[in-house]
């Protein structure tokens, strides 16, 4: 009976692990589902923000802005690394790490400095571990952030570019398509020379917008906000890269316990039904050894 107890004992702990995972299952799903929310309001924002900029542009196409051109040389490089604050979401993060070494590597063979600004507390862990020298802020990642929360942080770097003080700006994190979660490395500044194509500039537009002070200081403008915007949608985007990863992770830990409870109770049963053999085995034994 020793070994049922044990097999006993051993089902109820997989089933209070099974409880566990199931929950945090539910809560990585409910989580996933307001981030997605976010970024249906914050997409909706950036799409207007890129018919603003297609229509400025049509009258202010030959102004040299300064996020729309690469530098002539490369100096310096900031690169932003998203990662999650936790763990418990597979190789989301060591996927993006690996991403952001291979950059750096090849930036740092060219003598070109890279400056990191590390968001999510494993990025800030691994980095800090690898003894990375030129880290130059960190911020958590929370599921509540906001972009009130973020704009100091992103209006620092994105001012680092605009003040020459940076020649290019990249941002490394995950993005979910088709259910398949896949690290990426994006320039964000200056902008890719695809940019007007994928807003949708036009030259024929009929009418334009009326500027006060000057066109110009609007373009800055826009174009600064739009980057910024941009920063926000692709971290709400690797949030729900981490949720998802962690809501498939814990299902499968779900199931994965479902199956071992079975196994455990199918051996109980068996060395249960021993049990209860031998038992009746000595009955008989007993009664025959009386008869005689």
Same mark, same amino acid.
């Given at each position: 009976?020793?070994?049922?107890?044990?097999?006993?004992?051993?089902?109820?702990?997989?089933?209070?692990?099974?409880?566990?995972?199931?929950?945090?299952?539910?809560?990585?799903?409910?989580?996933?589902?307001?981030?997605?929310?976010?970024?249906?309001?914050?997409?909706?924002?950036?799409?207007?923000?890129?018919?603003?900029?297609?229509?400025?542009?049509?009258?202010?196409?030959?102004?040299?802005?300064?996020?729309?051109?690469?530098?002539?040389?490369?100096?310096?490089?900031?690169?932003? %690394?998203?990662?999650?604050?936790?763990?418990?979401?597979?190789?989301?993060?060591?996927?993006?790490?690996?991403?952001?070494?291979?950059?750096?590597?090849?930036?740092?063979?060219?003598?070109?400095?890279?400056?990191?600004?590390?968001?999510?507390?494993?990025?800030?862990?691994?980095?800090?571990?690898?003894?990375?020298?030129?880290?130059?802020?960190?911020?958590?990642?929370?599921?509540? %952030?906001?972009?009130?929360?973020?704009?100091?942080?992103?209006?620092?770097?994105?001012?680092?570019?605009?003040?020459?003080?940076?020649?290019?700006?990249?941002?490394?994190?995950?993005? $979910?398509?088709? $259910?398949?979660?896949?690290?990426?490395?994006?320039?964000?500044?200056?902008?890719?020379?695809?940019?007007?194509?994928?807003?949708?500039?036009?030259?024929?537009?009929?009418?334009?917008?009326?500027?006060?002070?000057?066109?110009?200081?609007?373009?800055?403008?826009?174009?600064?906000?739009?980057?910024?915007?941009?920063?926000?949608?692709?971290?709400?985007?690797?949030?729900?890269?981490?949720?998802?990863?962690?809501?498939?992770?814990?299902?499968?830990?779900?199931?994965?316990?479902?199956?071992?409870?079975?196994?455990?109770?199918?051996?109980? $049963?068996? %060395?249960?039904?021993?049990?209860?053999?031998?038992?009746?085995?000595?009955?008989?034994?007993?009664?025959?050894?009386?008869? $005689?």
């Amino acid at each position: 009976m020793a070994n049922t107890k044990i097999i006993r004992d051993k089902i109820i702990s997989i089933k209070n692990t099974q409880k566990i995972t199931k929950t945090m299952e539910m809560i990585a799903i409910s989580k996933m589902k307001k981030v997605k929310q976010k970024i249906s309001i914050s997409a909706s924002y950036l799409y207007g923000i890129k018919k603003i900029i297609s229509h400025t542009f049509d009258s202010t196409l030959k102004y040299q802005c300064n996020f729309l051109y690469e530098r002539s040389k490369v100096n310096t490089v900031n690169i932003i %690394i998203l990662s999650s604050n936790r763990g418990l979401c597979g190789n989301l993060n060591y996927n993006v790490f690996k991403k952001a070494i291979s950059l750096i590597q090849k930036y740092n063979k060219k003598d070109v400095k890279c400056n990191l600004y590390l968001m999510g507390m494993k990025s800030i862990l691994f980095f800090k571990n690898y003894n990375y020298a030129n880290i130059q802020q960190v911020i958590n990642l929370d599921d509540n %952030i906001t972009y009130e929360m973020l704009y100091p942080v992103t209006k620092k770097i994105i001012n680092s570019f605009n003040n020459n003080h940076c020649d290019k700006l990249f941002i490394i994190g995950n993005n $979910n398509t088709l $259910n398949k979660v896949k690290p990426y490395v994006l320039q964000l500044l200056p902008l890719a020379s695809n940019f007007f194509t994928d807003i949708g500039y036009t030259k024929y537009n009929q009418w334009d917008y009326l500027y006060e002070p000057e066109s110009m200081l609007a373009i800055d403008f826009i174009l600064q906000r739009y980057v910024l915007f941009q920063i926000f949608q692709l971290i709400l985007e690797n949030i729900v890269c981490e949720q998802f990863c962690r809501m498939v992770i814990m299902k499968t830990a779900t199931e994965n316990s479902e199956n071992i409870i079975q196994e455990l109770q199918l051996l109980y $049963n068996k %060395i249960r039904q021993y049990s209860i053999t031998q038992e009746i085995i000595e009955i008989i034994s007993g009664s025959s050894t009386d008869i $005689n």
